[in-house]
């Protein structure tokens, strides 16, 4: 009887522990999938917003430029486009988030949007006859 004890307890040994164990592999596994479709809707939300964007309807494009920044706050490419989206409409500054905090936004994301920032901000200050 003692060793039919010992097999039984080896095997629930063998089966519980790795649970245990993989329980913090399996939680970090399943928050890695959200994130994971979590940017991806975000990248779907952007390129609806371009789509929206390239035929001019502006507003739906900055709504999906937004869903895109909140389903993935760090992606400097929702933050860019939306401020492309307000300039567009001439929201340059804005009172919640016009052109430029956009744009703001998106380079403290990524820093090496900067260069594009500036060209970009340059042409739309230009053609709002803003400089010359």
Known sequence: MPKLHLFITGILI????????SHHALAQSIGLDRQISERQTAQDHLIL???FYLTDELDSAIQEFRQ???HWPEYANAHWNL?????????????????????A???????????IRDNVSALVTYNYGIAS
């Open 49 to 51: 917003g371009i789509d």
């Open 14 to 21: 063998s089966c519980i522990f790795p649970v245990i164990f």
């Open 105 to 115: 936004q998106a380079e403290r994301v990524d820093p090496s949007i900067v260069p």
């Open 83 to 103: 401020g492309v989206g307000l300039a567009k409409l001439g929201d340059l500054e804005g009172e919640e988030e016009g052109e430029v905090t956009a744009w």
């Open 68 to 70: 895109a920044q909140q």
